[in-house]
């Protein structure tokens, strides 16, 4: 959770504020919500087991939350053979992964 994309000056570095923040976010936003992540094959990799797991389902409060966008989504880009690793990871975690083939895949949260 390094980056604060586009967050307010109170994010903090929990769960809960990643939450918070992604909630305030959506509440401003006239779109769906389609959170970008460059490099995503070392996603949350220096985390302990089961942190891809709780990105994911903060991601989905966020899309199951009344009044968001249905057409929310999660756009992972990185080499292909990057994309492989962590798409075996995300289906561990619960989450469908579709992979294009090239440098970007989407996801299912």
Known sequence: MGARPGFPDWF???????????RTVVDNADHDLTVVVREAGEL????RPGVL???LAVLSQVRDRPGT??????????A????SGLARRM?????????DGGRSASASF
């Open 80 to 83: 292909s053979d990057r994309l």
């Open 12 to 22: 903090g570095h929990h769960w809960d504020a990643f939450l918070d923040c992604l």
């Open 44 to 47: 949350l990799t220096d985390e």
């Open 91 to 99: 289906t561990g975690a619960g989450c469908s992964m579709d992979l």
């Open 53 to 55: 797991g709780i990105f």
């Open 69 to 78: 966008a249905p057409g929310s989504s999660l756009l992972v880009a990185d």
